[in-house]
Every structure is written in C-alpha cells, then in structure tokens.
C-alpha cells in the first residue's frame, strides 16, 4: 500500500498511489495511514485521484483514518473517481467527509 | 432489446483465499467485456461481485481456512446478468441473505461506522438477490439489470 505525502501550509496532502482499496488491502491502507499522519498536527487531504476502485472494506478503512485523526485534525476527501464516488454517494459517506473534485479545489476551500 | 453481443455465459473459479478474490474478480470483468458495458454499469458489477465474494471468503469459508473453491457463473439475458455465487462453505445463518439496512451515520465521529455497509450495497445495485442452500453449497443468485 504505498502512500505518499507532501505539505501545504497547514495541510497535509496524502496521495494514494494505489488503483485500488479493498479487502486485500484495507488494513495495510489504515496503518500505512496511521504511519504517515503521525506527528503531523494538519488537516490531512487525502488524494484518491489513482483510485479507481473501493469496496465496503475499503471505505470501512478511511473512515477508520477519520477516526485516528479525530478530533485534533479533519480528513477531507479529493479526486474520487467514479466507482469511488457511487460507493460514498450510495452509503451516504459523502455526507460525513468534505469532498472536492480536486485537491486544488480542497486547498481553495481550506483557505476561504 | 439486448445489444448485439451473442449470449454471453461463464464461469470463474478461485479459491476461498482472500488474495483470490481480486485475482476472481479481474477474470470475472475481463470476460463481461462482450457486453460493452458503460463505466456505470461495469462499476456496479464489479462492486456487487466484490462484496458478495468478501463476504464469502469472511464467513462462509473462515472455517475451511480458504481450501475450498468459489465458483461464478454468469449469464447474461434479456433481463440483464444473472450471477450465480456457489460455495462450500458453512450455511447462511437464518437461511437467508441479510437483508442489508446500512448502519447509522447519525452519530458522533468517533462512533462511526467501519463496517456493515456490504449487503446494503448488495442490495441497493442488484435487481434481485436470492440465497439457497442446495445440499452442501450456498447458492448465491444476483441478478444485475446491466447491458440492457
């Protein structure tokens, strides 16, 4: 599961530089997570722009990752392509994150 | 009124192993290509089948520690695709698929929900979703209302 990470002033952007979150990898995802935000005090926005694909498993773990960074920091979601955006339309998860089409979107909104 | 691809029928093995599942899954997709199917569509396919194949691999073969076979066969019809899901593995309790009400968002941060959203998902893609044990097997049937 490789994740990799750059900053912003005051944001943390992790990028998913997998195709897919799913059972197979759900948990590697969530302590990958864990690993990189450690010791960070920012908003973390995670970019799944590689992402073409996540099952239940998958959206359990990044929620599990809002949850580690709660309540200090804010996970907010970018780039979700179609697949991953029907699974949080249909669970009504993107009701519970910040969602952008973009992390430029996401950093214009943090900002405002 | 189908699209022009011949009837389209297969069928997809893989162990009850949780690494197998992607391995099934990608075999599983890469055979529906005839039916053309639209990014929508094939998104929705690929979403049941990966839930309904987890859950099997979670439950229904947790016991057998992965050892035994899953099989999909796959037919496609006037009324869209119908999936049969079959394993060997310990009967559904209460005899019937979940009927998948998805957990609760309505709650604090720290009590939100990781799990329990499969069989809502199931449900919420499939047209019809239909469980039968049939001597030592599960019987899962789907039908998808895709490539109509």
Redesign the interface.
Known sequence: MELTSSKEPQVQIVTVQEQ?I???VALSFKDRMREITEGEKDTVVLDLNHVQ?I???G???I??A??IL??ERKLILAGLT??VD??FK????D??FGVFSTVEAALKDLKG | MTKGAPQLSFTVSLTGK??A??IGLAEAMALLAPLELD??EA??V??VL??AL?NI??HALAATDGDTAIQIHAKHGPNGLQVAIIDEGVPMPLGKAPDGN?PT?DVE??D????G??W??IH??AQQVQYQRVGESNHLNLLLAVGL
Not at chain 1, 90 to 93: I, V, W
């Open positions: 897919r799913d059972a197979s694909f099952d239940s498993s959206l359990g773990a929620v599990a809002m949850k709660s309540p179609p697949t029907k699974v249909l669970t009504r998860m009701s519970v | 949780e690494d599942v992607r990014a929508d998104g929705t690929e979403l990966a839930e987890n691999v979670e998805a968002l941060t720290l939100m929900p990781e799990g959203f499969g809502f998902m919420s893609l």
